[in-house]
């Protein structure tokens, strides 16, 4: 007679994924002072300031991934046992994704993607991914009753990247490398819990299948495919991903902290060197979103402006958003070449615009202005994402292709990507000049047709036809007397008019008195 087994494996209460449990090598691994530094990373950094709900941070994120990535391998094991997939391949999958973000620093994205790259300029291409396999690396060396070995620790930092190249793995399994961090297609567990758990988090109704789509994969010719009758799941997986960014992740006043957050870390990276510390897990264990509070804590006169803007953000006086456009993919470098901050001051000192107090021109500098440009898109840049997946049908369900429109469906966008341009001051007072300074930049802009140093004239196309893209903007841009333009009819090509929805604020001083209030 067998004895009843004692449960030995810990459980989560997950509000996305209701139970998760962890057997006590997975666990070895969250009771580590390198994981547990996750508890104190947002999630979605700045979005909290904005969205409340927006409290949760990177340890369930990663709790949740683990938890996906082991369903998924095991769906795999299960119903396709020819694979060859085993137990141990199942662990590695799942502490791959468990540990797949131990990199991520102070405010998540805003320290790989905009803090670093400014602060250490000189320093080699780095990323949180690589931040990952340094604390990982670090992990498994000081804590030696972590029982992994060298070969698995390798295999689980491949598995973290995506890159099946870098183990033996990756040749005879490399589907397995499509599950936490897919460079194929983007379809991986990371969106899935990532999607699922900020949508929660901030309050919107979304519902995206997981569990459907876990179970709908399967594996053909080496890779991952989907079952096509879940075309349109994995098609609303991409666009929400798109939405996401767009409305939350780049939210206009979150992106106004996260510049404030900028210039207090370019700041005080000048006498704390917090920087540096990206390359010494010893230190960067330390490197939270509590630093925020630590500079803030300093009495040091060299710190006085960071801890001023620190007042600035917790008594809400933030660098505000003067106007926004929406222009064409293919547009980007043309707008960061010639919307700067540097042409819109030189047009609010030299264009002569109308009703402008000189002393308040006078004071403008280039620091007072930022641009932002942001390039928004489903996932896989311009293309359309579903375009890169490939599905199986009941029917045939040891082949794979890639749908058509018609397999999925014809309301589609033409394009799957657009940018997003927004202009900001960092004082209240410079909002209207600011403001009429940029629109006098925008519309002395050339048109398409003078790229060509040609001007002609295009028909409105009838409505059966789509509006075709304007050629690639090449010309030199120097600020010039704006001519009169009118904005092209509501379409897919945009034009370089005046945002005619955003308010045209007061120039004067005199207008922006203290009781003058412009949106958050």
Not at 39 to 67: D, M, T, W
Not at 88 to 111: K, N
Not at 299 to 316: G, V
Not at 431 to 449: D, E, N, T
Request: with cysteine.
């Amino acid at each position: 007679m067998t004895e009843d087994s004692i449960p030995n494996k810990r459980i989560f209460k997950d509000p996305v994924h209701d139970y998760v449990e962890y057997d006590p090598w997975i666990c070895s691994f969250i009771d580590t002072p390198h994981f547990q530094r996750l508890r104190y990373v947002k999630q979605l950094g700045i979005s909290y300031y904005v969205y409340p709900g927006a409290s949760h941070n990177r340890f369930e994120h990663c709790l949740g991934v683990g938890h996906l990535a082991r369903m998924m391998a095991q769906h795999l094991q299960k119903s396709q046992p020819s694979l060859g997939i085993t137990d141990e391949h199942i662990r590695c999958v799942e502490l791959a994704g468990l540990c797949h973000d131990l990199g991520h620093g102070p405010w998540s994205h805003v320290w790989d993607g905009h803090f670093i790259p400014k602060a250490l300029p000189n320093h080699p291409k780095w990323s949180h991914e690589q931040a990952s396999e340094m604390m990982f690396d670090d992990m498994v060396k000081k804590y030696r009753s972590l029982d992994i070995s060298p070969e698995d620790a390798e295999t689980v930092k491949a598995l973290i990247s995506g890159r099946k190249e870098r183990c033996k793995l990756g040749t005879t399994m490399p589907f397995l490398f499509e599950i936490v961090a897919n460079d194929v297609n983007g379809i991986d567990v990371d969106k899935f819990d990532y999607i699922a758990r900020d949508c929660h988090a901030v309050g919107e109704k979304r519902n995206i299948a997981m569990a459907r789509l876990i179970h709908s994969a399967r594996v053909i010719d080496g890779q991952i495919c989907y079952d096509i009758k879940d075309a349109n799941t994995v098609y609303e997986l991409f666009y929400t991903r798109f939405s996401l960014h767009k409305n939350i992740y780049n939210h206009k006043t979150t992106r106004a902290i996260e510049y404030m957050i900028m210039d207090v870390l370019l700041i005080a990276q000048k006498h704390m060197k917090f920087a540096e510390y990206i390359d010494v897990p010893e230190k960067y264990l330390h490197l939270t979103d509590d630093l925020f509070h630590r500079i803030n804590m300093t009495e040091s006169e060299e710190l006085a402006p960071a801890r001023k803007i620190i007042d600035r953000i917790q008594t809400r006086d933030l660098y505000r958003r003067v106007d926004y456009k929406i222009m064409d993919w293919d547009d980007k470098d043309f707008c960061q070449a010639h919307i700067t901050p540097e042409a819109i001051v030189h047009a609010a000192k030299n264009a002569n615009l109308e009703g402008v107090e000189q002393n308040l021109v006078a004071e403008l500098t280039v620091d007072h202005v930022i641009v932002d440009v942001s390039k928004m898109h489903y996932g896989r840049g311009v293309d359309n994402p579903i375009f890169q997946v490939k599905f199986y049908s009941k029917h045939e369900p040891n082949v794979c292709r890639r749908a058509e429109s018609g397999d999925v469906s014809l309301l589609m966008p033409e394009k799957f990507g657009e940018v997003l341009l927004r202009v900001y001051t960092k004082e209240e007072r410079f909002m209207g000049l600011v403001q009429a300074a940029y629109r006098h930049v925008l519309r002395s802009l050339p048109m398409p047709s003078e790229a060509a140093e040609i001007i002609t004239i295009v028909p409105t196309p009838p409505a059966t036809e789509a509006p075709s893209t304007p050629t690639a903007l090449t010309s030199i841009f120097t600020p010039a007397a704006p001519q009169s333009r009118a904005s092209r009819p509501f379409g897919r090509t945009p034009s370089y008019s005046d945002n005619q929805f955003t308010t045209s604020l007061p120039i004067v001083r005199a207008a922006l008195r203290r009781g003058y209030h412009h949106e958050t």
